[in-house]
């Protein structure tokens, strides 16, 4: 499978990449850094663009199979990096004729199971926790939701660097009721594993430890 990796520069992103290359994946990887892009290795392509330029996605997005975005930002400040970055991620994906895409997102955005003060409490922290990034991570979810792609939303709580587990916990259109943190390495291979499984299209997947 051709596949991009949008936010390839960041710690999961680059897991991502590392994962499927190991499957035999054909690798693009965007990164807006290229000092922090992955280091080049068979079956990788390292492009420097940033997803919210438009102009830059047309030809990274050219010939994919599929899409991943692990996007990052430093602080939990006001942000729209998730949702116009996504929005521009769509737009080229559709131009390209790529139809899937599997976008990270957050477990506290996981409320609809829980009982009404459950999810109240559930918001709050988050919202505590991650500030602006809760908030636009929800505009991209909605942005996701009307792409019209074959699309998986992964839901993860706080993320923790370290080797896989192999034991991590998966729902599928469901919520993980333990879900405290989850391993960077078991998102990307959770990711990675489900990239063609049309069991995973159009759900959100809550992952964790």
Known sequence: MNLLVVGAAGRTGGLVVDRAL????????????????????????AVRADVLDPAGLTVPMKGQHAVVVALGVHGRGSTTVFSEGVRQVVAAARAA???RLVAM??????????????RQ???????????GIHTDLARMEAV???SGLDWTLVRAPMLRDGGPTSS?????????????AAVRADIADWIVR??????TYRQHVEIAG
């Open 168 to 180: 991590y916990q998966v729902s599928v259109g469901g919520h993980v009721p333990t879900a405290r």
């Open 144 to 146: 996701v939701l009307d």
């Open 121 to 131: 409490v559930t918001r709050l922290v988050a919202e505590r926790v991650y500030g």
């Open 97 to 99: 004729g790529t139809t």
């Open 22 to 45: 190991r499957d035999g994946h054909t690798v693009t990887a965007l990164a807006r850094d290229p000092g922090k892009a992955p280091s080049p290795r068979p079956g990788l392509t």
């Open 105 to 118: 997102s957050s477990a506290g955005l996981s409320t609809g199971h829980l009982p009404f003060v459950q």
């Open 194 to 199: 489900n990239l063609d499984e049309p069991a």
